[in-house]
């Protein structure tokens, strides 16, 4: 039986599950996605001269901007929007929408220097929207690797 014939026979209830077998599927074309109110692994493992790339997975605007404070040292400072450091991220975030990532719009970052890489969604901070890069020097492994849920 193929699948289309399946899903006929067996109902609406099927056919409303079928679509969320996707989920966490992206089909490579993103590391990180983006739903409401999480990352998408909250945590990433990858080693030195890794590009990421975020993807807004969902509806709301999002950003990516790294906790200045928390960056290894010698590391360059990421935000959507390009900003500098978390100040000017921040101010143009709560100023005019400044770094927004919309819908189906993605982000990249290439992480150089090993260590731990904190960010956070500015507009959804206080629903706790953070994440972590987790940047590793590792002579047995050879791909990026997600972890988390």
């Known amino acids: ?3 289309r014939a399946f899903l ?7 056919v409303a599950l079928s679509g969320c077998l996707a ?7 993103y590391d990180v996605g983006m739903s409401d109110s999480r990352f998408l692994p909250a945590e990433y493992r990858v080693q030195p001269g890794t590009t990421v790339i ?8 999002h950003t990516v901007t790294a906790y200045d404070a928390s960056l ?8 959507s929007g390009d900003y ?10 709560f100023e005019s929408g400044g770094g927004a990532i919309y819908s189906g719009e993605t982000y990249a ?6 260590g731990t890489y904190p960010y956070v969604c500015l507009p959804h901070e ?21 972890t988390g849920t």
Do not use: C
């Not at 006929?8 to 099927?14: D, E, K, R």
């Open 109 to 114: 970052h290439t992480f150089e220097i090993p």
């Open 8 to 14: 006929a026979s067996a109902g609406p209830l099927t």
């Open 54 to 61: 975020w993807k807004n997975t969902s509806a709301r605007a």
């Open 126 to 146: 206080s629903d706790g929207m953070d994440g972590v890069i987790l940047v590793e020097a590792s002579a047995d492994s050879t791909a990026a690797s997600g």
């Open 23 to 29: 989920i966490g599927q992206n089909g490579g074309d």
């Open 84 to 93: 500098g450091n978390e100040d000017a991220a921040r101010k143009a975030w």
């Open 1 to 3: 039986m193929d699948r």
């Open 72 to 79: 290894p040292d010698g590391a360059s400072y990421f935000a």
